[in-house]
Nanobody, 114 residues
Framework: QVQLVESGGGLVQPGGSLRLSCAAS????????MAWYRQTPGKPRELVASITSGGTINYTDSVKGRFTISRDTAKNTVYLQMTSLNPEDTAVYYCNVRAPSWYWGQGTQVTVSS
């Protein structure tokens, strides 16, 4: 079993920055992918960014150039640095780990508002 603990959400003004963190613990054989998703009410969960064990990174188009995903393999931790935030980025952000089963964090609220 894998547990994910997220931190770093909050309220930020448009144009501001936030950094999300997600630490994985428990019985971890091998993590293949670490990712961040986000969800707003009434909409499906959306993949924001992912990073594989080999370092391959993908971003959804709307965050390219603004968000950066990274991981600390030794700490089983994934980060999402978010800059130039706008109100459309407001959502609950979920950490996801595939090891190889899928595991989810509890979600952290990010609100972008003046």
């Amino acid at each position: 079993q894998v547990q994910l603990v997220e931190s770093g959400g909050g309220l930020v003004q448009p144009g501001g920055s936030l950094r999300l963190s997600c630490a994985a613990s428990g019985v971890i054989r091998s993590i293949y992918v670490m990712a961040w998703y986000r969800q707003t009410p009434g909409k499906p969960r959306e993949l924001v960014a992912s990073i594989t064990s080999g370092g391959t990174i993908n971003y959804t188009d709307s965050v390219k150039g603004r968000f950066t995903i990274s991981r600390d393999t030794a700490k089983n931790t994934v980060y999402l640095q978010m800059t130039s935030l706008n109100p459309e980025d407001t959502a609950v952000y979920y950490c996801n780990v595939r090891a190889p089963s899928w595991y989810w964090g509890q979600g952290t609220q990010v609100t972008v508002s003046s």
